[in-house]
């Protein structure tokens, strides 16, 4: 059964806009939530992260929230920009030694 | 960039062959671990480790062992490849003990069982 659901495989945002991904999960043991950035022949770059004791996280363009009563988290990203078009994953944790638990990722095209 | 190296980057064998492949860092982190992505399950563990000998399985570890001798190094077998072991396969390494929750990757392995 699936703990992380990331329901949009794709997203097309224009450029300059403002790109939503979303991301859910079932695991009330997830205390801190990541986002990560894949681009194609690499490996995953961390983003952004959460921690389970705020609502919000800002970094610059990026701002996570996060709606623990919902278990719903979303990432923003303002204003898009060409170099955003990746998949991104998010990956939750629960501090455990088996580490982060992955959603299947959304592409997200930047359209210029 | 996280000090970490995986080898071979690509890599084609047959079924039925073992297959190793190797993950080696030079952050001194305890955590390291394995995983693998196929198109529509994003990145599924493996197994992981979190210190010297010190291994234990993930989501997907039927098929594979690993083995941790060295802090450094954390290799992954695949004891007779199969078709379904088709994947890219990822090593990331954590420096959880410092209380830091994120996971720096490597550049990934691309393996072909034919």
């Known amino acids: 059964d699936q703990q992380v659901k990331q329901n949009s495989p794709s997203l097309s945002v224009q450029e300059g806009r403002i790109s939503i991904l979303n991301c859910d999960y079932t695991?009330?043991?997830?205390?801190?939530f990541l986002w990560y950035k894949k681009y194609p022949a690499e490996g995953p770059t961390f983003l952004i992260s959460?921690?389970?004791?705020?609502d919000k996280n800002e970094d610059g363009r990026f701002t996570v929230f996060l709606n623990k009563s919902a278990k719903h988290l979303s990432l923003h990203i303002v204003p898009s920009q060409p170099g955003d078009s990746a998949v991104y994953f998010c990956?939750?944790?629960?501090?455990?030694?088996?580490?982060?638990?992955f959603g299947k990722g959304t592409h997200l095209i930047i359209q210029p | 960039d996280a000090g970490i190296t995986q080898s071979p980057r690509h890599k084609v064998t047959e079924t039925g062959t073992p297959v190793t492949l190797r993950c080696h860092q030079t952050?001194?982190?305890?955590?390291m671990y394995w995983y693998r992505q196929d198109p529509g399950h994003g990145l599924r563990l493996i197994h992981y480790?979190?210190?010297?000998?010190?291994?234990d399985k993930g989501e997907v570890s039927d098929g594979y062992s690993v083995s941790r001798s060295k802090t450094e190094d954390f290799l992954l077998t695949l004891e007779s490849a199969t078709s379904s072991q088709t994947s890219v396969y990822f090593c990331?390494?954590?420096?959880?003990?410092?209380?830091?929750?994120?996971?720096?990757f490597g550049q990934g392995t691309r393996l072909t069982v034919v």
């Open positions: 990331a390494i954590s420096d959880r003990d410092r209380g830091r929750t994120e996971a720096f």
């Open positions: 695991n009330s043991m997830f205390d801190y």
């Open positions: 959460i921690s389970s004791i705020k």
């Open positions: 990956a939750p944790t629960g501090g455990g030694a088996d580490g982060l638990t």
């Open positions: 952050e001194n982190h305890r955590y």
């Open positions: 480790s979190y210190g010297v000998k010190d291994t």
